[in-house]
């Protein structure tokens, strides 16, 4: 596998790590460079772990997950993108928004967003390449497009005022229908 098949796969593996982290972004204040580096660090994490994971699951593990995949990645996205639309939504919530850079939502959105990279390390076991590098490109080019879609999101923030965790949240939702649709469900 050349370096640039490699860049391609882990740019398209990124694309989902990156709505969410514009999404997490746009609905926050701004709280320094932690929600950044928390999004981006633990996305482009997950993302490398589980291209290793499918890499030595091999068939049987994948075949099982296969079938499923999709809906799981679905319904954290659902999940938490539903929590976020509640909560840009209610009134009340000026100055208290949830923070999807801790805790279990950051561990959810870390699993949905790299689903993906499962299935990807599986199919370089068929290939027979080796994943050391593919697993590191993986994730620093999600870490990075995770961080810009962090910093886009802050920019947008303001534009779109204080229901952009709203906006956020269906940005999760859409993610998680367009994953069902790319896996032939809708």
Same mark, same amino acid.
């Given at each position: 596998?050349?370096?640039?098949?490699?860049?391609?796969?882990? /740019? =398209?593996?990124? %694309?989902? &790590?990156?709505?969410?982290?514009?999404?997490?972004? #746009?609905?926050?204040? @701004?709280?320094? +460079? $932690?929600?950044?580096?928390?999004?981006?660090?633990?996305?482009?994490?997950?993302?490398?772990?589980?291209?290793?994971?499918?890499?030595?699951?091999?068939?049987?593990?994948?075949?099982?997950?296969?079938?499923?995949?999709?809906?799981?990645?679905?319904?954290?996205?659902?999940? /938490? =993108?539903?929590? %976020?639309? &509640?909560?840009?939504?209610?009134?009340?919530?000026? #100055?208290?928004?949830? @923070?999807?850079? +801790? $805790?279990?939502?950051?561990?959810?959105?870390?699993?949905?967003?790299?689903?993906?990279?499962?299935?990807?390390?599986?199919?370089?076991?068929?290939?027979?390449?080796?994943?050391?590098?593919?697993?590191?490109?993986?994730?620093?080019?999600?870490?990075?497009?995770?961080?810009?879609?962090?910093?886009?999101?802050?920019?947008?923030?303001?534009?779109?005022?204080?229901?952009?965790?709203?906006?956020?949240?269906?940005?999760?939702?859409?993610?998680?229908?367009?994953?069902?649709?790319?896996?032939?469900?809708?």
């Amino acid at each position: 596998m050349s370096p640039v098949e490699i860049l391609v796969v882990a /740019v =398209g593996l990124a %694309m989902d &790590a990156f709505a969410v982290a514009l999404g997490a972004g #746009g609905g926050l204040p @701004d709280r320094g +460079r $932690g929600v950044l580096f928390r999004l981006a660090f633990h996305f482009g994490l997950f993302q490398s772990l589980m291209a290793l994971a499918g890499w030595f699951a091999g068939a049987r593990v994948v075949g099982i997950l296969d079938h499923v995949d999709h809906w799981l990645a679905f319904g954290l996205l659902a999940f /938490v =993108g539903g929590r %976020m639309v &509640a909560a840009g939504l209610r009134q009340d919530n000026e #100055g208290r928004r949830n @923070d999807p850079s +801790r $805790g279990w939502t950051l561990v959810l959105l870390s699993v949905a967003t790299s689903i993906d990279a499962l299935a990807v390390g599986f199919s370089l076991a068929l290939l027979k390449v080796q994943i050391w590098l593919p697993a590191l490109v993986i994730g620093i080019v999600c870490a990075a497009l995770s961080a810009s879609g962090v910093r886009l999101g802050r920019e947008l923030g303001p534009l779109v005022g204080k229901r952009m965790e709203l906006v956020g949240g269906l940005v999760l939702i859409a993610v998680g229908v367009r994953i069902l649709f790319a896996h032939g469900v809708l």
